[in-house]
C-alpha cells in the first residue's frame, strides 16, 4: 500500500518497526516522558532593512 500524500509504502498486516523516538529541545536537550515545556503562540520578528 502506498500513502497518497507522502508516498510511505508499507505492507499490510506487517508489525511496525519499533523505533524510538528522541526529542530534543532547542538547547539540545533531549525530552523524557513527564517534563515540562513551554510553547510561544508566535514570535514577532522585526526586520530591519537597510
Known amino acids: 500500500?502506498?500513502?497518497?500524500?507522502c508516498a510511505h509504502e508499507w505492507v499490510?498486516?506487517?508489525e511496525p518497526l519499533?523505533?524510538?523516538?528522541?526529542i530534543i529541545n532547542?538547547?539540545?536537550n533531549v525530552l523524557a516522558n513527564?517534563?515540562?515545556?513551554?510553547?510561544i503562540k508566535?514570535?514577532?520578528v522585526r526586520v530591519a532593512l537597510r
Open 1 to 5: 500500500m502506498v500513502c497518497p500524500e
Open 12 to 14: 499490510p498486516g506487517e
Open 18 to 22: 519499533s523505533e524510538e523516538r528522541v
Open 26 to 28: 532547542a538547547n539540545g
Open 34 to 39: 513527564g517534563d515540562t515545556v513551554s510553547f
Open 42 to 44: 508566535d514570535l514577532k
